[in-house]
C-alpha cells in the first residue's frame, strides 16, 4: 500500500472497549496511517448500515464483540486486504474463507499474553509462599504459622509444570528464569533443544504431571486439548499439589477436578472454569483450597492500550509495505492463534 492513498479502515468490535484500546494520542496515530470510519461495527454484519461501512473497507481492526468473519461478511467487503486482530486468539473470528481469499490477519495475542504471563508468575510464586492456605489460616487464628506449618513452604528449588508452549507459556518461561524454579515443560512441538533453549526440560505430559509441584496450563483449546487433565491424569499430580488455568476452562473436567479439590488432595487458581462463570451453587466458590477469579489474567484496564499500540505499528507497517511483525499464519493457526 506504500505510495497509495490512505487505506480505509473500519472498526469490528463492541464500542466500549474503543477508548481504552485507542485513548486519543493513539486513535490520532492511526489516523495518520488511514482513513478511519468513525463508527464501530458491532453484533450483525447483515445490517444495512454496517454492510455499507464493510463495503469500502481493505482494513477491519477487530476486536472483543466482533462476529465470525464467514462468506458473507466477506461477500460484503470485497476489498477487504486485511484484518488486524486488537485482542488475543483469532480461532473464533477467522474460518477458511479468510484464508482462501488471502486476507493478511494481524493479532495482538502476544501483546496480550504479557499480563497473562504476569499474572501466572504470580500465582506461581505465591504459592509456593502457601500464601492462601497461610491467608485462611491466619484469618482463624489471628496467629503467625509454626515451623511446622511453614516446613514445607518456600520457592527455592520448587518445581514448576509448564504445559504449552504457546505465546503465553513462552513468556512465562522467559519470566521464570530468574527464580529458583526447575521447570518442566509439555508440549509436543517442542523438542529437547528447544526446551533448553527456553530454559525448561521437555518432557511427556505424564512425567509433567506426576513430578511438579505447581502445574500450569497453556495449550490451545482444540479438539485434542479438550478435557486434556481428565481424572486419570489430575489424580498422577502430587499430594499437595497446585494446579494454575489461566488458559481456557474446557482443558480440564471440571467434575474431576471438583472432586479433587473438594476432597482437599489438590489446591487449584483457576482464573478460567467450565462453565464460565461457574454455577451459584458450585462448591469451588468457598473452597479454602481454591483460588477463583472472574478471566481477569488477560488485558485489563490500562494493559488494552498495549494491544491497541500493536494494531497501530502494525497498520503502519502495512502502508509501508512492510512485513507485519505479528502475522498469523494458516499454517500456525492451529497450535498457537
Same mark, same amino acid.
Given at each position: 500500500?506504500?505510495?497509495?492513498?490512505?487505506?480505509?479502515?473500519?472498526?469490528?468490535?463492541?464500542? %466500549?472497549?474503543?477508548?481504552?484500546?485507542?485513548?486519543?494520542?493513539?486513535?490520532?496515530?492511526?489516523?495518520?496511517?488511514? @482513513? &478511519?470510519?468513525?463508527?464501530?461495527?458491532?453484533?450483525?454484519?447483515?445490517?444495512?448500515?454496517?454492510?455499507?461501512?464493510?463495503?469500502?473497507?481493505?482494513?477491519? &481492526? #477487530?476486536?472483543?464483540?466482533?462476529?465470525?468473519?464467514?462468506?458473507?461478511?466477506?461477500?460484503?467487503?470485497?476489498?477487504?486486504?486485511?484484518?488486524?486482530?486488537? +485482542? /488475543?486468539?483469532?480461532?473464533?473470528?477467522?474460518?477458511?474463507?479468510?484464508?482462501?481469499?488471502?486476507?493478511? *490477519?494481524?493479532?495482538?495475542?502476544?501483546?496480550?499474553?504479557?499480563?497473562?504471563?504476569?499474572?501466572?508468575?504470580?500465582?506461581?510464586?505465591?504459592?509456593?509462599?502457601?500464601?492462601?492456605?497461610?491467608?485462611?489460616?491466619?484469618?482463624? #487464628?489471628?496467629?503467625? $504459622?509454626?515451623?511446622?506449618?511453614?516446613?514445607? !513452604? /518456600?520457592?527455592?528449588?520448587?518445581?514448576?509444570?509448564?504445559?504449552?508452549?504457546?505465546?503465553?507459556?513462552?513468556?512465562?518461561?522467559?519470566?521464570?528464569?530468574?527464580?529458583?524454579?526447575?521447570?518442566?515443560?509439555?508440549?509436543?512441538?517442542?523438542?529437547?533443544? @528447544?526446551? +533448553?533453549?527456553?530454559?525448561?526440560?521437555?518432557?511427556?505430559? @505424564?512425567?509433567?504431571?506426576?513430578?511438579?509441584?505447581?502445574? #500450569?496450563?497453556?495449550?490451545?483449546?482444540?479438539?485434542?486439548?479438550?478435557?486434556?487433565?481428565?481424572?486419570?491424569?489430575?489424580?498422577?499430580?502430587?499430594? /499437595?499439589? %497446585?494446579?494454575?488455568?489461566?488458559?481456557? /476452562? +474446557?482443558? *480440564?473436567?471440571?467434575?474431576?477436578?471438583?472432586?479433587?479439590?473438594?476432597?482437599?488432595?489438590?489446591?487449584? &487458581?483457576?482464573? %478460567? !472454569?467450565? $462453565?464460565? $462463570?461457574?454455577?451459584?451453587?458450585?462448591?469451588?466458590?468457598?473452597?479454602?483450597?481454591?483460588?477463583?477469579?472472574?478471566?481477569?489474567?488477560?488485558?485489563?484496564?490500562?494493559?488494552? @492500550?498495549?494491544?491497541?499500540? *500493536?494494531? %497501530?505499528?502494525?497498520?503502519?507497517?502495512?502502508?509501508?509495505?512492510?512485513?507485519?511483525?505479528?502475522? *498469523?499464519?494458516?499454517?500456525?493457526?492451529?497450535? &498457537?492463534?
Amino acid at each position: 500500500m506504500s505510495g497509495a492513498p490512505l487505506p480505509r479502515a473500519v472498526f469490528a468490535m463492541d464500542p %466500549v472497549h474503543l477508548p481504552l484500546l485507542f485513548p486519543a494520542p493513539l486513535l490520532a496515530r492511526l489516523r495518520r496511517t488511514a @482513513e &478511519i470510519d468513525p463508527a464501530p461495527v458491532a453484533g450483525d454484519f447483515a445490517d444495512p448500515g454496517v454492510a455499507a461501512a464493510l463495503s469500502g473497507a481493505q482494513v477491519l &481492526i #477487530t476486536g472483543w464483540g466482533c462476529p465470525r468473519l464467514d462468506d458473507d461478511v466477506l461477500a460484503a467487503a470485497p476489498g477487504l486486504r486485511a484484518v488486524l486482530h486488537a +485482542a /488475543g486468539s483469532v480461532r473464533p473470528l477467522v474460518g477458511e474463507a479468510l484464508w482462501k481469499r488471502g486476507v493478511t *490477519v494481524s493479532s495482538a495475542a502476544a501483546a496480550n499474553a504479557v499480563p497473562v504471563a504476569e499474572f501466572t508468575l504470580a500465582m506461581i510464586l505465591l504459592s509456593g509462599k502457601d500464601a492462601f492456605a497461610h491467608r485462611e489460616r491466619y484469618r482463624r #487464628t489471628h496467629a503467625r $504459622p509454626s515451623a511446622a506449618q511453614t516446613a514445607g !513452604t /518456600g520457592n527455592l528449588g520448587r518445581r514448576v509444570g509448564v504445559v504449552g508452549a504457546s505465546r503465553v507459556g513462552r513468556r512465562l518461561l522467559e519470566l521464570l528464569r530468574p527464580h529458583d524454579f526447575e521447570v518442566l515443560l509439555h508440549d509436543p512441538c517442542v523438542d529437547a533443544a @528447544e526446551g +533448553a533453549a527456553l530454559g525448561a526440560r521437555p518432557v511427556p505430559l @505424564e512425567v509433567l504431571l506426576r513430578g511438579s509441584d505447581i502445574v #500450569t496450563l497453556h495449550a490451545p483449546e482444540v479438539p485434542g486439548t479438550r478435557h486434556l487433565l481428565n481424572r486419570e491424569r489430575l489424580a498422577m499430580i502430587r499430594d /499437595g499439589g %497446585v494446579l494454575i488455568n489461566t488458559s481456557r /476452562g +474446557a482443558l *480440564v473436567d471440571h467434575g474431576a477436578l471438583t472432586g479433587e479439590l473438594v476432597a482437599g488432595r489438590l489446591s487449584a &487458581i483457576l482464573d %478460567v !472454569t467450565e $462453565p464460565e $462463570p461457574l454455577p451459584a451453587d458450585s462448591p469451588l466458590h468457598t473452597l479454602p483450597n481454591v483460588f477463583l477469579t472472574p478471566h481477569i489474567a488477560g488485558s485489563l484496564g490500562n494493559e488494552l @492500550e498495549r494491544l491497541g499500540r *500493536v494494531v %497501530v505499528e502494525e497498520l503502519e507497517r502495512l502502508t509501508a509495505g512492510l512485513p507485519l511483525a505479528h502475522e *498469523v499464519r494458516h499454517e500456525d493457526f492451529s497450535r &498457537i492463534a
